[in-house]
């Protein structure tokens, strides 16, 4: 089952504008992540923040984090063509054995308008 | 450094078939784990392996299987194939050591393999 459920599930803007996806997730975590899909490829890592964290960057990147509200937002500033894909967090509590696995959220399709 | 490889990019079995997939993780990474991407079930963990011990198993039926070798490369293998098993099967690897210290390694994807299930 999905740990957590983005919001929203398909996003068109146009091109130089900001997106926002958000997350909400159900458990206590270690650390969230973003990533990035094009077209049912492979992931690409964009950020990773931790639970003691507020708001980090990226480039053109913004992710926060509300630990109360179980919630994460990503802001892309700018959008670019290029930046049409779909974009998933992912939660993760680590154990003393190293790496829990990652659990994903149902993603949101984003597409930039030329 | 090379990236994760998988292979084979895509393949077509039918019902009742087993298929081997495989993965090559980035050199020095000693952690592999293993996806699956469904429209319907999304990305799901399926297990992973750390020095050729699964360390971690997702909520996939006894016929989803994996190994893992000497040298890091792991393979994961569906038996009688349902039709439901059509997904693309994504592979990551770290060098999951970061844990001990309390840190998150970074997941390096692979490009997957595409399965359909006929």
Same mark, same amino acid.
């Given at each position: 089952s999905q740990q957590g459920e983005e919001d929203p599930q398909a996003l068109s803007i146009q091109e130089g504008e900001n997106a926002t996806m958000n997350c909400s997730y159900k458990t206590s975590i270690n650390n969230l992540q973003w990533y990035r899909q094009n077209s049912g490829r492979g992931l690409v890592h964009l950020i990773l923040i931790r639970s003691n964290e507020r708001e980090?960057? !990226? &480039? /053109?990147?913004?992710?926060?984090?509300?630990? !109360?509200?179980? !919630? +994460? !937002?990503?802001?892309?500033?700018? +959008? /670019?063509?290029?930046?049409?894909?779909?974009?998933?967090?992912?939660?993760? /509590?680590?154990?003393?054995? &190293?790496?829990?696995?990652? #659990?994903? &959220? #149902? &993603?949101? /399709?984003?597409?930039?308008?030329p | 450094k090379a990236g994760v490889t998988q292979t084979p990019r895509y393949l077509i079995k039918t019902r009742g078939q087993q298929v081997t997939l495989s993965c090559s993780p980035i050199s020095g990474h000693r952690s592999v784990s293993w996806y699956q991407q469904t429209p319907g079930q999304g990305l799901q963990f399926l297990f992973e392996y750390f020095s050729e011990t699964q360390r971690n198993k997702g909520n996939f039926p006894g016929r989803f299987s994996g190994r893992q070798f000497s040298n890091s490369r792991s393979e994961m293998n569906v038996s009688t194939l349902e039709l439901g098993d059509s997904a693309l099967y994504l592979c990551a690897s770290s060098s999951g050591i970061a844990g001990v210290y309390g840190l998150r390694d970074e997941q390096f994807f692979g490009p997957g393999t595409r399965l359909t299930v006929l």
């Amino acid at each position: 089952s999905q740990q957590g459920e983005e919001d929203p599930q398909a996003l068109s803007i146009q091109e130089g504008e900001n997106a926002t996806m958000n997350c909400s997730y159900k458990t206590s975590i270690n650390n969230l992540q973003w990533y990035r899909q094009n077209s049912g490829r492979g992931l690409v890592h964009l950020i990773l923040i931790r639970s003691n964290e507020r708001e980090k960057h !990226s &480039g /053109r990147l913004r992710v926060t984090l509300d630990t !109360s509200k179980k !919630s +994460s !937002s990503l802001l892309i500033t700018a +959008s /670019r063509a290029a930046d049409t894909a779909s974009y998933f967090c992912a939660t993760d /509590r680590i154990s003393n054995f &190293g790496n829990e696995k990652l #659990t994903f &959220g #149902t &993603g949101t /399709r984003l597409t930039i308008i030329p | 450094k090379a990236g994760v490889t998988q292979t084979p990019r895509y393949l077509i079995k039918t019902r009742g078939q087993q298929v081997t997939l495989s993965c090559s993780p980035i050199s020095g990474h000693r952690s592999v784990s293993w996806y699956q991407q469904t429209p319907g079930q999304g990305l799901q963990f399926l297990f992973e392996y750390f020095s050729e011990t699964q360390r971690n198993k997702g909520n996939f039926p006894g016929r989803f299987s994996g190994r893992q070798f000497s040298n890091s490369r792991s393979e994961m293998n569906v038996s009688t194939l349902e039709l439901g098993d059509s997904a693309l099967y994504l592979c990551a690897s770290s060098s999951g050591i970061a844990g001990v210290y309390g840190l998150r390694d970074e997941q390096f994807f692979g490009p997957g393999t595409r399965l359909t299930v006929l």
